[in-house]
């Protein structure tokens, strides 16, 4: 498949990016070189991160990064709280090692995986994704993690296997927003097989170079750049491969409100609000709002998915 660059790029967008970009060539260039002591004091900081030295994966975007504080303490986490400050300090209690991972439903492979062994069959990449809320704001985010779909081969999908569904943990005790009513527990979320195979679809178990904070879903969540944020489920203990489109989460709250699909359309308002622009999380109260792109911008990546659809229709 022909992945073509970005090309709606702010060129102010680009300058930071090329600077994260930059730090972390420096970083591996010192480690190869073992001239570490010779870089100035904030490299040296950098390079102790966890994942400093993991290679950038080929569908990186050349985007101005969020910060980590923007992109670390204004969550959407419902097991918790519905306020996107809460789960901040609410996730900490999450007991997320070791992490056990169900995997049913049409496969060859199907059972318990402890997360350290899919681990170990699954080279951690650098991603850096835009991200876009349903609720109209948009951050861009550099992911540690591996590819979706080259993980769901390893547990060997059958033919039947059109649609792919992921389960979040359920445990009130811990996620206390579980014992409300704000969703029909546990969170479910899917996708077509086909959406799942996509080379731009994501399992992450980083961010920023460091393991997920659990706040953003540890120890592993989905990301898929395309779709509005609900699709990027976090706390992930089951995968299950039907052949039917499973029931997901937000779907069932409010199927006229949020499609299955939900993929990013700036054509297709919520019912409550527009979806033609998207407020950049972090930026001034000056700045413009930003055009919302159709797919997120991922559209010469992921458009033939979806050929021959009305996108008002399936939305
Ligand atoms: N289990 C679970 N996953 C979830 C959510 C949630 O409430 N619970 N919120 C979703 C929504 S609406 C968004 S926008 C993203 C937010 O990801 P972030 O908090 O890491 O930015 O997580 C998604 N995944
Ligand atoms: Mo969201």
């Given at each position: 498949m022909l992945i073509k660059g970005k090309s709606s790029i702010l060129s102010s967008e680009i300058t930071d990016r090329a600077i994260f970009q930059n730090r972390r060539k420096i970083i591996k260039a010192a480690a190869g070189l073992s001239i570490a002591s010779l870089l100035p004091s904030t490299a040296n900081a950098e390079q102790t991160k966890k994942y400093a030295q993991v290679p950038s994966g080929p569908y990186s975007a050349n985007v101005q990064v969020t910060s980590i504080e923007d992109a670390t303490n204004y969550t959407n986490y419902y097991e918790f709280s519905t306020n996107k400050k809460d789960s901040t300090v609410l996730a900490q209690p999450l007991k997320t090692s070791p992490w056990v991972i169900t995997v049913e439903g049409e496969a060859e492979k199907t059972g318990k995986f402890n997360l350290e062994d899919i681990l170990k069959n699954n080279p951690l990449e650098e991603r850096i994704s835009r991200f876009r809320c349903v609720e109209a704001w948009s951050m861009v985010v550099p992911w540690i993690g591996f590819p979706l779909g080259a993980m769901l081969q390893q547990f060997k999908p059958t033919a039947k296997a059109k649609f792919v569904e992921f389960t979040t943990l359920y445990n009130p005790e811990v996620m206390v927003g579980q014992r409300g009513k704000s969703l029909d527990w546990p969170y479910v979320e899917a996708l077509r097989i086909d959406e799942a195979m996509h080379p731009l679809a994501f399992m992450a178990t980083g961010m920023y170079d460091e393991d997920l904070p659990k706040q953003n879903g540890a120890p592993l969540r989905l990301v898929?750049?395309?779709?509005?944020?609900?699709?990027?489920?976090?706390?992930?203990?089951k995968i299950r491969f039907s052949e039917t489109m499973p029931a997901t989460a937000w779907n069932k709250m409010a199927a006229g409100e949020y499609?299955?699909?939900?993929?990013?359309?700036?054509?297709?308002?919520h019912p409550r609000w527009s979806q033609s622009r998207e407020r950049i999380l972090g930026a001034s109260i000056f700045t413009p709002k930003r055009k919302t792109e159709l797919f997120n911008g991922y559209g010469d990546q992921v458009a033939s998915l979806y050929t021959d659809m009305d996108l008002k229709k399936y939305f």
């Open positions: 898929v750049p395309w779709k509005y944020g609900f699709k990027s489920i976090k706390a992930i203990v499609g299955f699909y939900a993929n990013v359309n700036p054509d297709v308002p």
